[in-house]
């Protein structure tokens, strides 16, 4: 009986010990689990801060992106679009091509039928509706037919003046979209360049200088085209009108010649 007492105690002693060891094995296996996730949190925190991309300069990554041949050409597309924008919406205006002095002084002298101070009034002026009134008055006296033939060839001309300057604002708005293109294709052909030369699969990083110069040589072409077509466009209708106001007017003092002033 005694032997069974201390082989049972014996047992119960060796059990558990057993339970203990497994107990520190599975807290020590736990211990170090939780560590390496600790510091395998701590190095990919820090990869990922070291992987960060730094903030640099708007200015600067689209210099980066675009390249220099392309930095000058929009740099002097959008340095003549400016210009013509400005040049164009001061020299266009209904003021300047038709004024309201010219109008009304040279109303004002037929009507006191002052016949040769309204010429000397529209020939010495250099705008659009006074070269007009100067050709048509002198053909006068050879008939309306003839003094309005005079007027609408004056017309003709200085219209054609008109759209010859205004033409370079619409060549911008084709030449810029067409400049971007020829960077898209440039992009693609120094993205596929590296992947063509590389012995192996090449990072995204080395592929995204050609794509970057593909995409953003597109869009600043874009952002140039599309003003410069709507301005072109609204100027083209502003000038039509003040050229249709201008012929009208003429005829009415034609008209108004013929009548002896009234």
Not at 83 to 98: C, D, G, I, P, W
Not at 199 to 206: D, I, L, N, V
Request: contains cysteine; glycine residues 6%; hydrophobic residues 50%.
């Amino acid at each position: 009986m005694f032997r069974c007492l201390t082989c049972g105690s014996l047992g119960a002693l060796l059990f558990s010990a057993l339970l203990l060891a497994i107990y520190a094995g599975t807290v020590t296996v736990a211990t170090t689990s939780v560590a390496n996730v600790a510091v395998a949190a701590d190095d990919a925190a820090a990869a990922d801060e070291a992987a960060a991309p730094k903030k640099e300069n708007f200015l600067v990554w689209l210099y980066q992106a675009l390249g220099w041949k392309y930095c000058i050409a929009f740099g002097v597309i959008s340095f003549l679009f400016i210009a013509f924008v400005f040049k164009y919406s001061f020299s266009m205006r209904r003021s300047v091509l038709m004024p309201d002095e010219i109008v009304e002084g040279f109303d004002a002298e037929i009507q006191e039928k002052h016949f040769s101070e309204a010429y000397e009034l529209v020939s010495n002026d250099e705008s659009f509706m006074a070269q007009v009134l100067a050709a048509g008055l002198p053909r006068l006296q050879q008939g309306r037919d003839a003094a309005q033939k005079a007027m609408e060839d004056v017309i003709a001309s200085e219209s054609m003046k008109l759209d010859h300057q205004l033409s370079y604002v619409g060549l911008i708005a084709a030449v810029a979209p067409s400049v971007g293109l020829l960077g898209t294709v440039d992009g693609m052909v120094a993205s596929f360049s590296v992947i063509a030369n590389s012995a192996s699969t090449p990072k995204p990083s080395e592929l995204a200088k050609g794509i970057s110069m593909a995409l953003i040589t597109t869009m600043v072409g874009l952002i140039f085209s599309i003003p410069a077509s709507i301005f072109f466009a609204l100027m083209k209708n502003h000038i039509n009108k003040i050229i249709f106001d201008i012929s009208v007017k003429g005829e009415q003092f034609m008209d108004q010649l013929l009548r002896g002033g009234k």
